[in-house]
């Protein structure tokens, strides 16, 4: 079974060796699931939780205006597998063609997929197995409201 999730944001924890390292936070299944991301991903995704408009498309943006000019549409997103603590990701999208749909799914890191559903408003989709695996009880979070 897969679930809609809702970004939460932007978090932080501690690596091994004691180095920030953030996480993009999901919550679906009345439980939150971290997925470790770069410091780059994590300001794509925040730029586009912000809804932030720059002079110059940025990557994500980019790929959005040109799969629409193109004729397409991202439909959702799923996280759909974890292997060795590594997450996986798809992206459902459609593009039609003399009023005939063409489904298509591309194999993406969850974080591109993430920065893509918030910019486009399409669900985000995680399975029963991922949460199962990695989902977090609420609790298990040290959540500041300040920041």
Known sequence: MKHRAVVRGIGVGVGEDGSNVPAVILEARDELLPIVITSDQAQAIQLGLSGEKFERPLTHDLLVEMVTEFGGAIDSIRIDDISNGTFYAKVDAERYT???AQT???DARPSDAIS???RVDCPILVSDGVLDVAGQSPEAFD???DE
């Open 98 to 100: 003399d009023g005939e």
């Open 143 to 145: 959540v500041d409201a």
């Open 116 to 118: 893509l559903a918030i």
């Open 104 to 106: 298509f799914v591309f």
